[in-house]
């Protein structure tokens, strides 16, 4: 009897996760299909090369660590939920 309760738990656990693997809604958002999705990471890549581009220039001009600070503020700005506005400083 045991032997029966465990196999059925047991093909139970590796049949629901099969079935939700092949399920439409998993596989891809509503309304959006995979070139669409492509494009967007594509684009958001090539916006961070740009954008590292750009600060690595900055660096490679820096005089002083006053322009390597400045370099770091302009290209990557603190975020919103940073840990430092959190405790108020």
Known sequence: MKTAIITAVLAGLFTIPAFAADSPTTTKSPGRGIEQKKAE?????????????????????????????????????????????????
Do not use: F, W
């Not at 900055?58 to 006053?66: I, L, R, T, W, Y």
């Open 41 to 89: 990471i594509l684009q958001h890549i090539q916006e961070r090369i740009t954008n590292s581009q750009a600060e690595m220039t900055c660096v490679k001009s820096a005089q002083s660590h006053d322009d390597l600070k400045a370099c770091r503020e302009k290209y990557r700005p603190q975020h919103k939920n940073d840990r430092s506005d959190k405790n108020g400083k």
